[in-house]
Each structure stands twice: as C-alpha cells, then as structure tokens.
C-alpha cells in the first residue's frame, strides 16, 4: 500500500529537502529580540525608549559615517 501524503517522486522529495534546507538556513540568520533589543539599546543613547536625529548623529559619528543632516531628519 502506498501513502498518499508521501511524494513518490524521489527528484520532488530531493527538491522539496533542498527548499526546506535554504529556508531554516534564512530563519536561522534573523536576529532574535534580544538581538533587536539590544541594538535598539545602542541607538537609543539616554534610554529614552526612542531613536532620535542626535542619536542617529551620535552613531554615524562614532562610526566615521558621513551623512547630511538633511539624510538623517
């Protein structure tokens, strides 16, 4: 008896491992929160629970970025 929830097509099983390979690859990249938190926390320098103009000055300079205030507004 064969399982009909089961592909017979070796090449359609073979693709669909290679498709689920390349998508828990790119899940596995995303930051988690605490990631994103923790970046936030860099940007947000007086803990204001918001990323403002000075803040994003601040950061462009400590990094040696060159941007326009009319970029950063």
Excluded: H, W
């Excluded at 990249?29 to 000055?57: H, M, N, Q, T, W």
Aim: net charge negative.
């Amino acid at each position: 008896m064969v399982d009909a929830g089961i592909p017979q097509d070796t090449e359609l099983l073979r693709s669909c491992v290679r498709y689920l390979k390349i998508i828990l690859n790119k899940l596995a990249e995303r930051p988690s929160k605490i990631d994103i938190e923790k970046a936030f926390r860099l940007f947000d320098g007086g803990a204001k629970g918001e990323v403002c103009a000075a803040d994003l000055r601040r950061i462009a300079d400590q990094i040696g970025e060159q941007i326009s205030d009319e970029e950063i507004a």
